[in-house]
């Protein structure tokens, strides 16, 4: 506290000021005696013979002396080295996962400050009938920006690289030239279709599928894959194509694998509402459905399915809903970044 530093021995008595310690100052040749006082500010060390700090808001300046308005007690507005903790002491247990508190401990501690880049993550749209001027049989990649977007919106440095035809000595050169990048966001091409190729190529360059399919509406296709690389494996993220699908995969997938990379702790992307009304789900798989949120209530939207893009964008949220449907009610749901 910023006051004066004293001997709580000498109780109320009226003490003579004999110094200021700011902040950083050396006490060293500084002594409170007896009827003596030392100006302090916050963070400035204690001098020798003092005991206690009284605020300033508890003194009075009177005929040279200063008055005080409480009895200082020992140790009062003193904060004691090792009162934290005591050399030795275990701070972190090993594996802790950081966060910024944990961060500034390290500091605290002497600790060098951990790295603190971004993870690079990588975005490329797969599919032939993707270009920026459609014809009537094409379409503009979506994917690409949506994904990128929402890896910078969860903390990774996102990068967007060219979209890629169907074409397997495509797919295995941008695969192949992964340097500096962490994680590659794919969109297409994971699915039954004749020219989805990733699943195969990624095979032939010798990656590890985590897992290929996913029972969730919609994401069925969803494949996760790491890649190896003389940097460390490569995780690579096959989103399907379709907008629905890409953006909601990734928005449960990637969280994970970036705390994963950061060891930080994993976040749990489930936030809890009421569901407005009730929602049918006849399929075999649990439904992510979008929904208009108003505080905690949660109003489902009418979709096309997992293409329609124009309806995710009108949501705020996406609704939980497992086989079978779900009922007015608690629900949990996806916030949407
Ligand atoms: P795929 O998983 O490659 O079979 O794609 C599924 C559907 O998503 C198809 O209708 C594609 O045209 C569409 N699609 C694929 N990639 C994109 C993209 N980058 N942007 C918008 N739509 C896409
Ligand atoms: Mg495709």
């Known amino acids: 506290m910023d006051g004066v530093a004293l001997r709580s021995v000498d109780g109320e ?21 007896a009827g003596a006082c030392v100006r ?41 080295q090792a009162s934290q903790a005591r050399s030795g002491d275990l701070l972190l247990p090993p594996g802790t996962p950081l ?35 459609p014809r009537p049989h094409q379409i503009r ?48 091409g994971v699915s ?3 020219k989805d190729h990733l699943p195969a190529v990624l095979q032939d360059l010798g990656a590890r599928i985590l897992f290929h399919k996913l029972r969730l509406k919609p994401g069925k296709p969803m494949l996760v894959a790491l890649l190896p690389h003389p940097g460390g494996d490569r995780v690579i993220l096959g989103l399907p194509g379709n907008p629905l699908s890409a953006y909601l995969n990734a928005r449960l997938f990637l969280p994970v694998v970036l705390a994963r990379l950061e060891g930080t702790a994993e976040p749990d992307p489930w936030r809890h509402g009421e569901l407005g009304e009730g929602v049918r789900n006849p399929g075999d798989r649990p439904l992510l459905q ?5 505080g905690q209530r949660l109003l489902p939207l009418a979709s096309q399915g997992s293409g329609d893009l124009a309806k995710l964008a009108q949501a705020d949220a996406c609704a939980w809903i497992p086989e079978g449907g779900a009922d007015a009610g608690p629900c949990r749901y996806l916030d949407l970044p």
């Open 13 to 33: 008595a009226p003490r003579r000021n004999i110094g200021t310690l700011y902040a950083g100052d050396d006490p060293a040749g500084l002594r409170v005696d």
């Open 40 to 80: 302090i500010m916050t963070g400035a060390a204690l001098p020798e013979g003092a005991d206690a700090v009284v605020p300033v808001e508890r003194l009075r300046a009177e005929g040279g002396l200063i008055h005080l308005e409480v009895l200082p007690k020992p140790g009062d507005h003193v904060r004691r």
């Open 99 to 133: 966060n910024a508190a944990r961060i500034g401990l390290l500091a605290q501690v002497g600790d060098p400050m951990p790295a603190l880049e971004r993870i690079v993550v990588a975005v490329a749209s797969t599919g032939d009938e993707l270009t920026a001027e």
């Open 141 to 188: 990649d979506s994917n690409g920006p949506m994904l990128t977007a929402l890896a910078h919106r969860l903390g990774a440095e996102a990068r967007r690289l060219p979209s890629l035809p169907d074409d397997p000595a495509a797919l295995a050169a941008r695969l192949r030239d992964l340097d500096g990048i962490r994680v590659l966001l794919t969109s297409g």
């Open 192 to 194: 039954m279709g004749q």
């Open 290 to 294: 979008p929904c208009l949120r108003d």
